[in-house]
């Protein structure tokens, strides 16, 4: 089957911005033109790729799986452009940087901006190119040279040593937290058993910090499902606030919220597993990466 690669970069685009019309404007092209192309490729594909609505359109399941090969070939396609194009002197360089979903707001104001910000001020004429995704997804990227640096969550000694550096930022045991509704649970202690009777709130299936769940709740003989999965630590919070479930979270992320009593903690029997936030990068040994890594440290993280 022979199908015009115009027609995967518009799918690439429609895909990612979930909108005929922004991928149009993206591509300078009509939105015609690109609802067209994603016709003809359907066609050529037997299969629908999106659903349509009024706010945009979301991908099928058959969209969902195409995406995930055309997404893996365009991030080799901008690795391999970004290595002709890196000069050897670091003024002329492209670092690609990749940010863990995982990884809260408070960690990202404290730890990570912070020292993305050092090495910008000093190295203004390198072009950054920021990417967000999971640790899984990342730890997969820097091991096979696709990305240069990333900040991820991670177990303790998770790091490939062959496949990767790791520089071991921070650690930290994450909390369970609950609204008004789930007050029964406030004031004492309550086992991992009795927590798996609620409804749990936490970062969606594919991510590190679901692996680790799913694996801690099954070392107690129980099965992590969670009932509501979100794409950030925010979200978590939010769900929480709004009673929905229980939900687990880094400590500084809810500390507002325990302040103003909209959520309280829950005093869990069993000990949550410790967790790290970790710099890692790939052993191209990048003369940029490495002075980001030295950034850590000067930035006193």
């Not at 909108?19 to 490729?41: E, G, K």
Request: hydrophobic share 40%; charged share 20%.
């Amino acid at each position: 089957m022979t199908i015009s690669y115009d027609y995967y970069r518009i799918f690439y685009y429609v895909a990612t911005y979930h909108s005929f019309n922004r991928a149009a404007a993206v591509l300078s092209n009509s939105q015609p033109n690109i609802s067209r192309s994603i016709s003809n490729l359907e066609a050529q594909l037997g299969c629908r790729l999106f659903k349509r609505s009024s706010t945009g359109v979301t991908l099928t399941e058959a969209g969902e799986k195409l995406f995930a090969h055309v997404e893996a070939a365009y991030r080799h396609l901008a690795a391999g452009e970004e290595a002709i194009a890196a000069a050897t002197d670091l003024k002329q360089d492209v670092l690609t940087i990749g940010i863990s979903v995982g990884l809260t707001q408070m960690t990202m104001h404290d730890m990570i901006i912070p020292v993305i910000h050092a090495f910008h001020k000093a190295y203004p004429g390198v072009k950054l190119k920021i990417l967000h995704a999971s640790s899984f997804s990342l730890m997969s990227e820097i091991a096979e040279n696709l990305m240069d640096a990333a900040f991820v969550t991670t177990p303790a000694g998770n790091a490939g040593k062959k496949a990767y550096h790791e520089k071991l930022m921070f650690s930290y045991h994450d909390i369970v937290i609950a609204g008004p509704q789930y007050r029964s649970l406030a004031g004492r202690e309550v086992h991992l058993a009795e927590m798996a009777d609620y409804p749990i709130i936490s970062l969606r299936n594919g991510t590190e910090t679901y692996e680790l769940y799913r694996n801690f709740f099954a070392d107690h003989g129980l099965v992590y499902t969670p009932a509501v999965e979100t794409v950030s630590t925010g979200q978590t919070l939010t769900y929480t606030i709004e009673d929905l479930g229980v939900g687990v979270i880094h400590p500084k992320d809810a500390e507002q919220a325990l302040k103003e009593k909209s959520v309280f903690k829950v005093n869990l029997k069993e000990k949550m597993p410790k967790r790290y936030i970790a710099m890692i990068r790939n052993n191209k040994e990048k003369k940029a990466a490495i002075v980001l890594e030295q950034m850590v440290d000067t930035v006193g993280v």
